[in-house]
């Protein structure tokens, strides 16, 4: 009877469990959205995006996962409980893969962000590319890589000027001749900004993704538990 009584304890608890899976689920939807709108926003560092991308189709595959693991702890379904414990499996080494991503990315950030302003700035009013480093500068209240004197190594623009994104009341050529103007324009540098902001958008996809494992782990045990209780024969209804 004592055995019984916990397989019957593990199948409730594992059917709990599920609906918590769901909530991860959703839970990582909305973080990878959140995720890619930051990074999307601040579009500076190209081939970097796909973190966001992976969380949201996890978190869909979630929903799927969850459906084989309440009907399979319902119904004490080998095949189910079975598929259930392999999908939340190569979940989990997903999972694993993004947070590698996440910390691969963490290290070379700063290499990354000083590599890519130095070609926003070379090469600003080439096709499309002031687009970005404008957005970030009027977004953030900043001007060029460490400071608005980074201009000086744009070949576009007129001697000692920036672009109009700099200035704080931004108005047409507004930022000629204004780089050391510090009523004028915004001369603190976007490259910590960014660094900054990045970073807490990692932290923000890393630590409810290593919560959610945690919980996928412990799903994956009750449901091993489970199925060796349904094997062995025991009633747990």
Not at 50 to 79: D, H, M, R, T
Not at 111 to 125: S, V
Not at 149 to 155: Q, V
Not at 185 to 203: A, S, W
Request: net charge neutral; aromatic share 10%; charged share 15%.
């Amino acid at each position: 009877m004592a055995v019984e009584g916990g397989a019957k304890c593990i199948k409730y608890l594992l059917f709990f469990f599920n609906f918590i899976f769901w909530l991860c689920g959703l839970t990582l939807i909305i973080i990878g959205v959140l995720a890619k709108l930051s990074i999307d926003t601040s579009a500076i560092i190209k081939g970097y995006s796909g973190s966001p991308v992976l969380l949201i189709v996890v978190g869909s595959i979630i929903f799927f996962i969850a459906f084989f693991g309440c009907c399979g702890a319902w119904k004490e379904n080998q095949y189910m409980m079975t598929m259930f414990t392999v999908l939340l499996s190569l979940i989990i080494i997903i999972e694993i893969g993004a947070a590698i991503a996440g910390y691969v990315l963490w290290g070379k950030l700063n290499d990354l962000l000083h590599e890519r302003f130095d070609i926003m700035i070379a090469g600003y009013n080439e096709t499309g590319n002031h687009k970005t480093i404008d957005n970030i500068q009027q977004e953030q209240k900043c001007c060029g890589k460490n400071s608005s004197l980074d201009w000086l190594n744009s070949k576009f623009l007129a001697p000692n000027s920036v672009p109009d994104s700099c200035c704080k009341n931004i108005t047409k050529d507004c930022g000629e001749g204004a780089i050391r103007d510090t009523i004028k324009i915004y001369t603190g540098g976007c490259q910590p900004i960014m660094d900054k902001f990045l970073k807490e958008v990692i932290l923000f996809i890393s630590v409810p993704a290593l919560v959610i494992g945690l919980v996928q782990i412990t799903g994956i045990v009750l449901s091993c538990i489970l199925m060796r209780a349904t094997r062995s024969g025991y009633e747990v209804m």
